[in-house]
């Protein structure tokens, strides 16, 4: 494409003040406008420094089979202003009250030739831009396809991205750090082998997208409120520095098929001078829909352990027997093959989590691989490869939940679907009701694999439908999910507070695949958890994974203090401690970080954070004057300062503070830790210094 | 493809023994070995005319992502004989007992170089040929991807072909009649519009394909038990006259997922010098499973009218409102709306029917556009389409059934789901739990348009797989299922006689969309009715649309006779009075015999049958001695002669003959009708002319 547009500011801005929006604290200052042909163009500027050049709006699409240009034409009808200041509680998160302030401005458009009414709608916080396409109802306009979003994000310069690459099926990447210009380049060493995956694009990347200007600002490109449509990737035209938008497919390669009144997420750009900034905004749950289920109570925030680790790192099997076998849910006997050493999910094993959970006052015990069907569940376009509801022989589901209820454990549902959407849609209802008959409130689901209807991506908007449909039935069983390999969330936990927890990235697991950069757990906050919490299963004790299982020589790429860490910096209403009980047992004054550390907050404070190097930050414990303080670092050793001034003053306070040894290396001496505890107050300062790949974690408790 | 094979017969037939096999009576051969390459083929010839030249017989698959070829390098390890003669009773149908009288043989194959073992199992009736492919549980095979079934069925001369166009989304196309080497040229003219459609070669066909050789010969090719694979079409390589199978694809064009244990479904060749042994075959029932239903009580064969004929002429209108509507299910306010005149399917007009119904003996009535969503339903690729439990406010969806139970009648459920498979799959719990609260017993459902998910067809292994569950989930409410636009049947209602029903065809429909071709209705129960009864809706006594709709100007290929001719000529189970109300009041005397034709019985005498020009067939009435005769005549005059031998010796019959009018003409003269009464015994022979597009019906009834 050559690109044509003229850049807005200095052209129009002294002129046309009705196509300008500023943020409440004047910070922000969106410019848009038509040119002579009708285009649909937007710019932005943070502090008289323009951060997203003229760039595009709008569609290609079908309408009763026929192409149609939705970018150009449109003459500004009328321009609504509007704004908004209010707070809202939410059911769990990283404080007890969101302030949502915005200014905004609904812009209606039509097309002249066609008389098709499209709205712009854009709202500005003081820390980025949300702008979503409206279409309202009308006569000429009904049922469309979108067959190309035009959407672009015009860079201002070369700037440094923290990205992974843009993919149809997975998110499981490392980060990759590089110039834009480098991305196409880089690509391919980016694109790490996934169970299902689907590139579209050397130049393609995957939102959240974090960048850093050589001028020190932080941007932050992602959509709020994917409802209904497909997710957006962001292709790079290597040449102009453009982002054009980039929607996943279904399987003829239309992108949505809409119906008017609709519109589309959210497209948001933070940006800031201060990278805390980007963790701080609640921007992306600011736009989306309130609450709408009306007794939340049954949401409760969860630390658990589970049967996992052990089949990760290939100590244990989720599968019943491993002999070669080809299952048939409802005609296999599993009574006429071996059972397997190796199967975890075992009544017996899983009482002894359940004991350990209950002897450290966790709340819950996942077990994976309960079920039949694993034998052969992935890989084979399986339809029927679960039921989930029949557990193997050796997994007695009522005595298991009783045991565990007795223990004030709760035991935590499993529902890997392989893909097969159909099938677990099939099988939903029952499963459901299954959970609530024993007991379970929580399930894990997973979507390993290629998707099932074929053709059909991860990503797409009728697999984005069905994650939906499965949230929402399972508000109507009062359940909360934590869906993986799911589309990565953005912001839908507002309006479905069940979803308690995505994957969606490249989480612990891949420390015994081959391990994960250092700086991933640095550039998480800033992308994967802008739309939602992360399951990222932290709190692994033993690095050397061949401990566990001799055939896997993975290496985990953290100190044992950044796992700690882990548990502040990363917020999710739900924490796994994801190591075994015996590696626990071996650095039981450390694990007494994970037992202590809450998982409820009334307010958080972000201390420090550049994204690819650091993230420290306080949170206070709902309820309390305590505050918790979790460190995570990247590649280089770094001290941190710390001003604690956010405590209560005049008040003093006991830290216990878990951090790298001085020789500590996440490569050769992960394990080294300190604990030490000492009186602070606020007025303390800390210097604490953080290994490569290390961290630290401290409680503070008021005296 | 270069044929390279060679006859069987003669070069192999002395040697090799096993490798033969004869039907029952010995009328039918097959031969069938592989050759130096270890291909396999086979041969089939009926009293000693070849039918089937040496065809092809295997599969391209892929196995692990790797392409396989599973057409060559066989060895036949051991050939296994069986047999069998036994009856069973069907819930319903053609007679209350039905033969299974076959021989067979087991033929286990291994690939050298794979070690994939692979069988076929041959059964031979005295009507022809069943043979299918099956995957033992083994090493050295699980899970694989069919990409390519190589099945051949060599024609052995320029035989006349009863035809419909190839294709994977509709079987609603009129027959042609024409040599083999004919198809392609006349193919076009063959292939007409329809709302789905999706052909995929000029020389392909559907199957059921019925045949006739210069010799006299009526051939049949089709399947049965279509589980879990795709359709099979034919596609005719007119060089050297072979169809070879064609599959249905999915999205990404793989044909089927298959794992071991499994098999196809069975590829049929009928085969007789009397067509009329083709429609008293029950080869295609016979090699579908017994039945899986336990209790059958609730299956009952119903009779019915309903609110539908006036919409399909365009008289009245599904929609609730005419007004250009965009709805949505949940949101749209229907109460906003505003409600036309046109909508018929309203309370009043509902009990009209009922009255009508319960007045004139009839099991049912359907009603049509009774739900929400009509307004926009078709064409959209809308997801959300029906909810199929919301009725329009003027359908009291109560009262209306309470007033049908009164009355002796039920209301027939209708659900169309705009071919919306996962919208459908979501709500059918809840859908036919409404039926079972409010009293339907009988859902006619519908897949008018593209296939959601996209890619996916209305043929293809995912979607057929969509139609069984439907029925099986529908034998769990004890519901009977009549799909229309679904899969055409394949005998499966042996397994399921819940199915009472399908469509599969060109109906009665396109009467009102422009006419269908005279001929159509000798040639369906040589093709379509092979395979399972047809809702063929006949019983339109008014020929002439524009009299229901001025603005349609449609004409009824038919005489008023011929419409009576299918109630015996056409098997059903589920039997409408299509027409009007008024248009019946219009012939009372006619329309007796619609009143007056029973649903269920004990026996069948197929009288005559040429494909294309004409069927007589007569059959006992259930539990007496009366009989009831049907014609369909083609498009020339003709006079049959028929021999009562069939009826109780020395027992006195009243027969009541309703025949076309001297005068008669389907173009021009439809309504010329004439009813006779006559006394007859088994002695008796009866000469009876049937108009161009005519027939008669006779019900002879015991004294």
């Not at 306009?141 to 979003?149: A, P, Q």
């Not at 490392?174 to 210009?181: A, I, V």
């Not at 990565?488 to 420390?511: C, D, K, M, V, W």
């Not at 550390?597 to 009334?602: A, C, D, I, L, N």
Request: aromatic residues 12%.
């Amino acid at each position: 494409m050559k690109r044509t547009l003229f850049p807005l500011f200095g052209l129009l801005a002294a002129s046309i003040s009705a196509n300008e929006l500023h943020s409440p604290d004047g910070g922000i200052s969106l410019q848009y406008d038509t040119d002579e042909s009708g285009s649909l163009h937007y710019e932005l500027a943070f502090q008289d420094q323009t951060i997203i050049d003229a760039s595009m709006l709008g569609f290609e699409v079908r309408i009763d089979g026929e192409a149609k240009n939705l970018s150009e034409g449109f003459e500004i009808l009328k321009v609504v202003e509007g704004q908004s200041d209010e707070t809202w509680t939410p059911v769990w998160g990283e404080e007890s009250e969101i302030r949502n302030h915005y200014t905004e401005q609904l812009v209606s458009l039509q097309q002249k030739d066609s008389g098709i009414q499209m709205n712009l709608r854009f709202r500005l916080f003081d820390e980025g831009l949300g702008f979503r396409y409206e279409f309202p109802e009308q006569e000429n306009l009904g049922h469309f396809v979108v067959t190309d979003e035009l959407t672009e994000f015009a860079m201002t310069a070369d700037h440094t991205a923290f990205w992974i690459p843009g993919d149809y099926d997975s998110q499981e990447y490392d980060y990759t750090e590089s110039r834009l210009t480098e991305i196409s380049s880089k690509f391919d060493d980016a694109y790490s082998d996934n169970a299902s995956q689907t590139s579209f694009s050397k130049t393609g990347v995957q939102t959240a997208l974090m960048l850093k200007t050589d001028t020190g600002l932080y941007l932050n490109l992602h959509e709020a409120a994917l409802i209904d449509y497909p997710a957006m990737h962001l292709n790079l035209d290597p040449d102009y520095l453009v982002f054009e938008a980039w929607l996943t497919p279904n399987a003829v390669g239309d992108m949505a098929y809409m119906q008017a009144p609709a519109h589309t997420p959210w497209r948001t750009i933070m940006v800031s001078d201060d990278a805390r900034d980007i963790l701080a905004s609640r921007m992306t749950y600011n736009l989306n829909e309130p609450c709408k289920i009306e007794d939340t109570s049954w949401i409760k925030p969860m630390k658990y352990i589970g049967v996992w680790w052990e089949m990760i790192t290939g100590k244990s099997s989720w599968a019943y027997t491993d002999e070669p076998a080809s299952i048939k849910i409802g005609e296999t006997d599993y009574t006429q093959l071996k059972r397997s050493d190796r199967h975890a999910a075992n009544t017996d094993h899983v009482k002894m989590y359940i004991d350990y959970a209950a002897k450290h006052g966790f709340d819950g015990v996942l077990v994976e691989g309960w079920n039949i069907g694993w034998e052969d569940w992935f890989g084979h376009e399986k339809d029927y490869v679960f039921d989930f509801v029949t557990p193997y022989p050796d997994f007695d589901v009522v005595s298991l939940n009783e045991y565990a209820s007795e223990n004030g454990v709760e035991l935590i549902m499993h529902h890997e679907t392989s893909g097969s959407t159909r099938n677990y849609e099939r099988h939903m209802d029952a499963a459901y009701s299954f959970m609530k008959q024993h007991g379970y409130n929580a399930v894990k689901s997973g979507y390993v694999g290629n998707i099932l209807p074929k053709g059909e991506y991860h990503y797409s908007q009728s697999i984005v439908n069905h994650y939906q449909y499965a949230v929402e039935k399972a508000a109507d069983y009062e359940i909360m999910v934590n869906a993986h390999e799911a589309v990565r969330p953005t912001g839908i936990a507002r309006t479905y507070p069940n979803l308690i927890g995505n994957e969606s990235a490249r989480g612990t697991e891949f420390q015994a695949f081959g391990g994960s950069r250092v700086h991933h757990v640095t550039i998480l906050p800033f992308t994967r958890l802008i739309g939602g919490p992360m399951d990222y299963t932290p709190g692994v004790f033993e690095m050397d994974i061949s401990k566990l299982n001799p055939e896997n020589d993975s290496h985990v790429n953290s100190t044992l203090a950044n796992q700690l860490g882990l548990y502040v910096v990363f917020y999710s209403p739900l924490h796994m401690a994801a190591d075994l009980p015996e590696n626990y047992d071996r650095f039981l004054d450390a694990f007494q970080f994970i037992k202590d550390v809450p998982m409820e907050w009334s307010k958080t404070v972000y201390l420090e954070a550049e994204p690819g190097r650091y993230i420290t930050t306080a949170r206070n414990e709902k309820g309390t004057e305590n505050w918790w303080i979790g460190n995570v670092n990247g590649a280089d050793a770094r001290t941190a300062e710390l001003n604690l001034d956010f405590l209560v003053p005049g008040k003093t306070y006991t830290a216990t503070l878990y951090r790298d040894a001085e020789d500590a290396h996440y490569l050769d001496n992960p394990q080294a830790y300190e604990i030490e505890m000492l009186e602070v107050t606020s007025k303390s300062t800390l210097k604490i210094q953080s290994a490569p790949g290390g961290g630290f974690a401290i409680g503070i408790v008021a005296d």
